[in-house]
């Protein structure tokens, strides 16, 4: 049976389709954040988007109960405010209608793109009650009920924590990594690490036998000096997104790398804020905020030069949240090769 809920409130947490400008703008942050990500819209595009919308900034007011059980959870989820309860099982409700018309939604969360592969696994019942909804899902299959088990757990941590929470890629338990599979789940785990670590941009092949293997503790500076396009991605950030992913997954082993990117000169302005962005560049988003986000997640480093920023009539207000300012490109390159890093150009 397809599972009629089991993403709930999770669900809403790893959609494309929660644009985190929203967020930023909700949370009272400058600017007005990242834009949004590469999906198609459908009937219920915009609807549903407002209803993720509300249920993140109203996280305060849900609450929600888990119980284990052996082959799975019953969990409730609800709220004293009658609003956000209608809100609560309107988004049970679409969510289940996308599942029944094999209507998926691109997962960014590993844990998240996991459970969905299993969705006929996943026996679910869910009940609406005055306040929310009460849904028990379970599953012969051990493994699945351990990714169930730990999906539910992260979906409490998404109603405490909101839009903190949101920021965050949640792994696949490893008790459940563990657990016997078939030759063919194998294979399709092989398959997923194509997107080891940056889900969307820069694939990469497995290639446990090359040589020249990526080695724990390496340290790159990228240095981006071009513009491009304004109404698309940077290919540069692309090319930073597929380092990260090749030092995750593209070898033997993961290997831990400390990434640092440098934009000066044609590249300032990729770091621009959407606000400032849309009124450089007559668009409504900046196209490259998304993924700088998801690189800052994993860990890499972002600094523009300020010396550039004033040169183009900016300051660091104008830039995302998550980009620090330096003093200049030049004394960041020098710093951080002092300090060990690898220069690394990217001239286009």
Known sequence: ?????????????SLPWLSVADAQQNQGRRGRGFGRGGHGRDARHDADREVFQFLLTNHDKITRRVRELPDGVETLTESDDEEVASHIKDHVEW???????????????????EIFQHADDITMVHVETEKGV??????????VAKLIQAHAKVVSQFVENGFAEAMKNHSVPDDAVDSPRTVEDASDTQDEKRFPLIDGHGSVVRLPDAIHQPR?????????????DPAKLHPAIGYVAKFVNIYAGAGKEPADAKIAVVLHGGGTLTVLNDEAYARKFNVDANPNLELLHQLHEAGVELCVCGQSLNAAGYDSMDTAVFVDTAVSA???????????????????
């Open 95 to 113: 969510m289940q209608h996308r599942i029944e018309d094999v209507n998926p939604i691109r997962m960014r969360d590993p844990l998240f793109a």
């Open 330 to 348: 030049l004394t960041a390159v020098v710093n951080l090769q002092a300090d060990g890093f690898s220069y690394v150009p990217l001239l286009k």
């Open 216 to 228: 724990r503790g390496a340290k790159l500076m990228v240095d981006i000096t071009s513009g491009s």
């Open 1 to 13: 049976m397809r599972t009629l809920g089991c993403l709930l409130l999770g669900l809403m947490m």
């Open 134 to 143: 009460r849904v028990t899902e379970t599953s012969d299959d051990p493994y």
